[in-house]
């Protein structure tokens, strides 16, 4: 498994410099050295918002499996939580660190925090994939004449899939479960539906979702590709879907090749979409790393401080 990582990424890669390589690299870097301060400002901003929000969604969902956390804390992990996932094969290695790292904060050894960090990651899919559900109906209504071929009888029979396959999920939610899974149904309610969760959890969600979606926006119009409103429940959504393939590196490749494809349907060239992608995962990725890494510098600062 380690060095199917290990290719899995090296091909993501690969693909990531082919891509580069055939759109041109002159282009591309003179695109990406005109990007105003004003937006790198305006992107830097919108992960901040979408990390902190994350941070408390992870404490809300650890709080309620009976794990207290300071929201310092959280906040501190995530951020390095998810510098680690943009750079780390899988996508999901600073989710594993984040759920070790806070092994001290509760009781139980390390269940517990994994558990809280699983059902929070599930909490933001399940948006997401609602985000996405809605845009594959709005491809067909208000992009039908720009897409190729029967492209629109495709996104409508995927939107069917999809449907059918969330239907069918639901008729079988009292099913009986295998014994691993039976415990699971206690924290589920507790996180998702107790008390009136679910409206944290939905309204933390959706502003975490607008989060990427404008770091995204604010990306593409840097570089000089402003996109319609439209573009953040359609093209968007898809190319953010590509960062949740357990393969390379925090999409790295696979984010940047969708974004070539699906850019020219507003009449940009596939350039426009690759450096948009790549213009959105450094500042997704210098959004995460400096303040993590000074939010690590000041716990260590404190703890030499507290020692002496």
């Not at 951020?79 to 094969?89: F, I």
């Not at 092994?103 to 390390?110: C, I, Y």
Request: hydrophobic share 55%.
């Amino acid at each position: 498994m380690r060095k199917l990582a290990v290719m899995s990424a090296f091909l993501c890669l690969a693909l990531l410099a082919a891509l580069i390589w055939a759109t041109g690299t002159t282009q591309l870097i003179d695109t990406l050295k005109k990007v105003p301060p004003g937006h790198i400002i305006a992107a830097l901003a919108a992960v901040q918002v979408q990390i902190v929000a994350s941070a408390w969604r992870w404490r809300f969902t650890a709080r309620r499996l009976g794990q207290e956390m300071p929201l310092s804390v959280a906040i501190r992990e995530y951020y390095v939580s998810s510098a680690l996932n943009l750079v780390l094969p899988g996508g999901m290695a600073g989710d594993a660190v984040r759920a070790y790292r806070s092994r001290a904060e509760g009781e139980g050894g390390w269940k517990r925090p994994a558990a809280a960090v699983f059902l929070e990651r599930l909490s933001g899919q399940l948006v997401f994939f609602a985000l996405v559900c809605g845009g594959l109906i709005a491809w067909p209504l208000f992009l039908g004449g720009k897409l190729p071929g029967n492209f629109g009888v495709v996104i409508w029979i995927a939107a069917a899939l999809v449907i059918a396959g969330l239907g069918l999920a639901i008729a079988l939610r009292n099913a009986r479960l295998p014994a691993r899974f039976r415990g699971l149904g206690p924290d589920l309610a507790a996180v998702f539906w107790k008390d009136g969760a679910w409206l944290v959890q939905a309204g933390l969600g959706v502003l975490i979702v607008g989060g990427y979606i404008a770091t995204f926006m604010i990306a593409s119009d840097a570089v000089g590709a402003p996109l319609p409103p439209i573009a953040a429940f359609t093209v968007i959504p898809l190319c953010l879907l590509t960062m949740l393939i357990p393969a390379g590196i925090g999409g790295w490749g696979t984010r940047e090749t969708a974004a070539a494809a699906l850019w020219p349907l507003f009449g940009y060239a596939s350039v426009d979409g690759l450096a948009a992608s790549l213009a959105y995962g450094l500042l997704s990725l210098v959004g995460a790393a400096i303040p993590g890494l000074i939010s690590v510098a000041v716990s260590l600062w404190q703890g030499r401080i507290g020692k002496a």
